[in-house]
């Protein structure tokens, strides 16, 4: 599973930079071409928006991957240990169902939306809905993971202090 793991987030890390500069590459150029020859790429600005919603999607999966979405734990800290574990796997079973529930709205948009077309690209905006159905799939598979991870870890903890 850990080598899974690693190959799905190297992945997700290079996915997210190829969008990232092609994303950038464009603006760029299209700025620079409108600065210098008072013309631009015409669907440039729309599809830059488009790889902008999927870049965020992929960073959500690789934020949900290393644990660092904003969080307040100091309540959390002065518990129990016992306690400090029965809250990370409550909220882990909340983020799944959380993610559940917009995979299946994401689902409903792009089925709604696979045939209708971007004004100037003329992209099939069902491709930019679908964004969604990776991003929340992807945090569903990280947030199990994180969770098999985590009663692991509490499995060795336990037999530790057993000792």
């Known amino acids: 599973m850990e080598k899974i793991s690693q190959v799905i987030s190297k992945s997700l890390d290079i996915f997210s930079v190829v969008l990232l500069v092609i994303m950038s590459l464009l603006v760029i150029i299209n700025v620079a071409l409108r600065f210098i020859f008072n013309s631009s790429i015409v669907f440039s600005e729309e599809i830059s928006r488009f790889l902008f919603i999927w870049v965020v999607y992929i960073g959500a999966i690789i934020a949900v991957r290393d ?45 709604v939306n696979i045939t209708d077309h971007s004004p100037v690209a003329g992209i099939s905006l069902g491709y930019v809905y679908s964004a969604g159905l990776v991003g929340s799939f992807g945090m569903i598979v990280m ?8 009663f692991r870890k509490n499995g060795r903890d336990s037999q530790r202090e057993a000792e």
């Open 67 to 111: 644990d660092s979405h904003i969080y307040v734990d100091f309540l959390r800290n002065k518990l129990p240990s016992w306690m400090q574990f029965f809250l990370k796997v409550v909220c882990e079973i909340a983020m799944i169902i959380g993610c559940t529930l917009f995979f299946l709205g994401s689902i409903d948009l792009t089925e």
């Open 143 to 150: 947030l199990c993971i994180r969770l098999v991870r985590l």
